[in-house]
């Protein structure tokens, strides 16, 4: 069983892929693998977000993309660890020096 978790900057991808592209390729030996993918109940936006043209970053600086989305603006509650990731995040932003 491989297990992994999913959103923005995940590593499911990485770690689920070439075990899913082995045994689509027959693998030989390869035995079947369960293979599941596990999001934040804090950011569920597989489970509860829409599949949407949206910006994959709160700049709005990346091309739109077709993704399941809980909407570019969404923040997380702070007491979640992805809250903290993003408060901190936007805090970084905030005091990042301008270009001038």
Known sequence: MI???T???S???GIAFPFIGQQLRGGGKTKQRRIVAVEPAACPSLTRG???YDFGDTAHLT???KMHTLGSTFTPR???PAGCVTTAWRRWCRTWPSSS
């Open 78 to 80: 702070a007491s979640t």
């Open 50 to 52: 829409k599949f949407a």
């Open 63 to 65: 091309p739109l993309t």
């Open 7 to 9: 959103g923005g900057g």
């Open 11 to 13: 590593n499911f991808a």
């Open 3 to 5: 297990v992994g978790c």
